[in-house]
């Protein structure tokens, strides 16, 4: 290969290299380590050599050699090694990850894109190279677990086949034989930190995450999946971002999911792989605490709407919120996601409440922050989307209630210890009950509600007992949400003012209801006594 053709070869490479976009760039020179450039090196020195050697021959500064056999040129041998070389570097490089040996590397790539605000080129980087960032991450090698258990002393008296029990100064050796070994093999503990440096650092970046939930939403599942120390906070910061975004998977999933299975519950579509990932398999939104930044979220943001009133949509006309509106609502959606979350959690049997107290919390904030100006005798069913969600919440507890009529009564999660308004956390519908309840002192109690209002809300607990009421099976948690009713939840037993209101508004309901629910309607009113 003569010096033209070596130059217009030199020049394509550059040429194609700078066509490449950012992130392409960075991940080529990533994947390069130090036998590349070795490699690399040594094809420039061997074809400049061979384009230069018939002058070093005539200055004698080389012996003659017979280096051209097999019919090759000074060309051929060139293009030959340039080929295996570029062969061998681009075999490397698709297999090359993020490893003990370019983590440092990877690091300071890393900084200074999270410093520039270059997210894309930042989470290209993450997604071609996580798995091998956490491997890193927990010393995933088997040379560094070898030396771990290496380093893990013996000091089990072992007994021979004759009897003869093994001295402790023949453990002592052992051990410390297995110590000096240990201590040549490579310890990855510093490369570890680096990686756990990267993903504090990146992972727990409001501006990455942000961007991550708008441009690769459901990676973030693909990183939550992998489990490091810092996964806790990052599904939070990931969740909020989520929230605050209305155009967000969240709630076009939300909306998505609405395919019926049965009386109260849906089909879990896997196209919602946000929803499928959490809740096919229940126990995994157990186990990150999902519910904690989702409520979170929603308990501040009513705390910000309750300083900033004038701006509160909420307290506006409903308008069209119930039909479009709520499906672009933070409030409503994650009720929606605590409907599924805790429907499914019933069904899959598992024996924890979900933080359904949630509701409650929520019901509370929104009633603190109804607009006292607005008309007690309003005909309108919902004045504001503020009653729209309180009706919600309710409805939402009462389905969680009913579906005790389509579960085996030997399930686990609904076999009742007791018929006392106490906790059971270990029981869904019981605990929704006491929610429930909680709700309701929680409207009685409000002097911004109409009387229309609580009395439909109290129509339907009534409805609702009457249905338990009427099943042998279900009798027992009738009684439950009666005394739980009576009480007003949990720590608002014997309130005479909660007990005379719902008295009240008892004696507006429908007079049939009544009748139909007269054992009910007679504790009331003789708790008022």
């Avoid at 089909?267 to 990150?288: C, G, H, Q, S």
């Avoid at 939840?489 to 014997?494: A, K, L, T, V, Y």
């Amino acid at each position: 290969m003569d010096p033209i053709n070596l130059f217009t070869v030199l020049s394509v490479i550059i040429a194609i290299y700078a066509l490449f976009p950012t992130e392409r760039r960075l991940d080529i020179l990533l994947r390069l380590g130090k036998f590349d450039w070795f490699l690399i090196i040594l094809t420039l020195l061997w074809v400049h050599f061979l384009t230069f050697y018939p002058i070093f021959e005539g200055l004698g500064i080389i012996p003659s050699m017979s280096i051209l056999l097999w019919g090759f040129n000074m060309g051929l041998a060139s293009y030959l090694m340039i080929l295996c070389s570029s062969l061998i570097i681009f075999i490397r490089s698709t297999h090359a990850v993020v490893n003990r040996s370019n983590i440092g590397k990877f690091q300071e790539l890393t900084e200074r894109l999270l410093m520039e605000k270059k997210y894309s080129d930042l989470l290209f980087l993450l997604e071609h190279h996580y798995l091998g960032l956490i491997k890193t991450y927990h010393s995933d090698y088997y040379l560094p677990r070898l030396r771990e258990r290496l380093l893990i002393p013996i000091n089990t008296i072992y007994i021979e086949s004759n009897g003869k029990i093994i001295t402790r100064r023949i453990l002592q050796i052992t051990n410390l034989i297995k110590e000096k070994f240990a201590y040549l093999l490579p310890n990855s503990k510093k490369e570890a930190k680096k990686a756990q440096d990267i993903l504090s650092r990146v992972l727990l970046s409001r501006d990455f995450i942000s961007y991550l939930s708008k441009a690769r939403p459901y990676f973030a599942l693909d990183l939550y999946r992998t489990s490091f120390g810092e996964s806790t906070e990052f599904i939070s910061l990931y969740i909020n971002s989520l929230l605050e975004d209305t155009k967000s998977i969240f709630y076009f999933e939300i909306k998505r999911n609405q395919i019926g299975l049965s009386r109260h519950r849906y089909v879990i579509d896997e196209r919602n792989k946000f929803i499928a990932y959490f809740l096919k398999d229940t126990k995994i939104a157990y186990k990150t605490s999902i519910y904690k930044p989702l409520g979170d979220f929603v308990l501040e943001m009513l705390d910000n709407l309750s300083k900033n009133p004038n701006i509160d949509l909420y307290n506006q006309s409903l308008g069209s919120f119930s039909e479009e509106g709520c499906w672009d609502s933070p409030i409503y959606c994650v009720i929606r996601f605590f409907d599924l979350m805790v429907t499914e959690a019933l069904f899959q049997n598992i024996q924890w409440h979900m933080w359904l107290f949630y509701l409650p919390m929520i019901a509370n904030k929104i009633v603190n922050n109804l607009n006292h100006s607005l008309l007690l005798g309003s005909s309108v069913e919902f004045p504001t989307p503020y009653h729209y969600l309180l009706f919600d919440i309710v409805e939402t507890l009462k389905n969680w209630i009913e579906l005790v009529t389509e579960i085996p009564t030997s399930q686990s999660n609904i076999v009742l210890n007791n018929e006392l308004a106490e906790h059971e956390n270990d029981n869904i519908p019981k605990s929704a009950i006491l929610a429930l309840s909680s709700v309701i002192f929680i409207i009685i109690t409000n002097e911004s509600l109409s009387m229309r209002f609580k009395k439909e809300i109290v129509e339907m607990v009534l409805r609702l007992w009457h249905e338990l009421n009427s099943r042998e099976s279900t009798q027992p948690f009738a009684r439950v949400l009666q005394s739980s009713i009576i009480e007003g939840g949990i720590g608002n037993r014997d309130n005479p003012y909660y007990l005379s209101r719902l008295s009240q508004v008892v004696s507006h309901i429908d007079p049939l209801l009544m009748i139909e629910n007269k054992v009910f309607v007679d504790l009331i009113n003789k708790a008022i006594l």
